[in-house]
């Protein structure tokens, strides 16, 4: 089996429909497997995939069990060399996935690669990062963001001196320090080295950590624009009251949790990578 599809949900049906709608259309020709990991799975889902993807795979759960646990129970059922793992609010171009998965085959350097995400308009989304520190999440959630110092840290961190918006020419992929783990294709002998997603993270910088460990071991992370997904990326946090929100906002208080868990893991190691370079990969074809 050369692909594997891993889609994680949470309570979207109709979103998931169409999801795996367009799977099916930007898959053709591909030998793929679809795996649907359900959190807090109910019963009009799984009657959906009965009825209209009698092939997928399903592996529910009864609670919300976070991110990194729905996609490791999907890698561990997996049976491909290359994995695709989707959020089930990303919605794949035509041929996108075979774009992805032919890059895959021909870099042997590369361990993750991730498309360009689009808004429904077509305009581009930021999915594609440098390393946080604890200034950049001062920044994102503070008046300070609107400072010079903290515009610098924010145009920094979202790579907006080197990533054109909107899409850029660039043919050869683009060297990042992490994806969002909204849409990733993973080399499945990568992960076997790697390690799958670190569980301590309910949500949250389990994809910053997990790409900072494929470049500790010898993996490049790279964003292909040349491959577009559609991504329904709904802002809940983003409320407008910035600090405020670690006392109104749940997932404001969950990134800043994962946040403090992730600067804890990495407390003694100093960051060594070169992707904050971000530099066309020249093996790519």
Not at 273 to 284: A, D, L, M, T
């Amino acid at each position: 089996m050369p692909l594997s599809i891993i889609v994680t949900h949470h309570q979207t049906p109709a979103i998931l429909k169409l999801c795996l709608k367009t799977i099916e259309k930007s898959c053709q020709g591909i030998k793929y497997e679809t795996i649907l990991v359900d959190s807090e799975s109910e019963a009009e889902t799984r009657e959906i995939i009965k009825d209209k993807f009698p092939g997928t795979i399903i592996i529910p759960f009864k609670k919300n069990v976070g991110y990194a646990k729905l996609v490791n129970a999907g890698i561990k059922k997996a049976k491909g060399r290359f994995i695709l793992i989707l959020n089930a609010d990303i919605l794949p171009k035509k041929d996108s996935v075979g774009i992805l998965l032919d890059f895959l085959q021909k870099n042997s350097e590369v361990g993750i690669v991730g498309p360009q995400l689009l808004n429904f308009d077509g305009t581009p989304q930021f999915s594609t990062f440098r390393y946080y520190t604890p200034w950049t999440i001062i920044c994102r959630r503070t008046f300070l963001g609107k400072t010079k110092w903290g515009k610098k840290e924010v145009n920094r961190f979202l790579l907006k001196s080197k990533i054109q918006h909107p899409i850029s020419n660039i043919q050869n992929g683009i060297e990042v320090d992490w994806l969002m783990g909204s849409a990733l294709m993973v080399k499945m002998e990568a992960i076997k080295k790697v390690g799958l997603l670190d569980e301590r993270f309910f949500m949250y910088f389990e994809d910053v950590d997990w790409a900072r460990r494929f470049w500790e071991n010898g993996y490049k992370v790279v964003c292909f624009q040349k491959a577009q997904m559609y991504h329904y990326h709904y802002k809940s946090s983003d409320k407008g009251r910035g600090a405020l929100d670690l006392f109104f906002n749940k997932q404001a208080r969950v990134h800043l949790e994962s946040a403090l868990k992730y600067f804890w893991k990495y407390r003694h190691k100093k960051i060594k990578i070169q992707s904050s370079n971000v530099k066309p990969n020249p093996k790519s074809k």
